[in-house]
Nanobody, 127 residues
């Protein structure tokens, strides 16, 4: 099973940028789609962004579209989430997830379709 480790979270101010990183292990990394989800206290885990195994297709929640960018580096086995123009509503624990379905068409926004998860990294945006 793919193992994931996130990094890059922190405390920033409104309007700042952060880049989250997700380091993955596993020989078949390039065959899987990946996603980022987030969860704020007292809320359910919500979809943020996803990328297809081939990196051809990306998907975003409406709340982050135009501000966040997901990318996947197959050579380095890394997945990134570039977050720009952060606001207080972006405060949450961010999780990297892998859908270990080889060569799946597209990428799912449903967390139940992802079977490998990282431990999460905290992002806090202060006013």
């Amino acid at each position: 099973q793919v193992q994931l480790v996130e990094s890059g979270g922190g405390l920033v101010q409104v309007g700042d940028s952060l880049r989250l990183s997700c380091a993955a292990s596993g020989r078949t990394f390039r065959s899987y789609p990946f996603a980022w989800f987030r969860q704020a206290p007292g809320t359910e885990r919500e979809f943020v962004a996803a990328i297809s195994w081939s990196t051809t297709n990306t998907y975003y929640a409406d709340s982050v579209k135009g501000r966040f960018t997901i990318s996947k580096d197959n050579a380095r086995k890394m997945v990134y989430l570039q977050m720009n123009n952060l606001n207080t509503e972006d405060t949450a624990v961010y999780y990297c997830a892998c859908d270990e379905t080889p060569l799946r068409i597209g990428a799912s926004e449903n967390p139940r379709d992802y079977n490998a998860w990282g431990q999460g990294t905290q992002v806090t945006v202060s006013p």
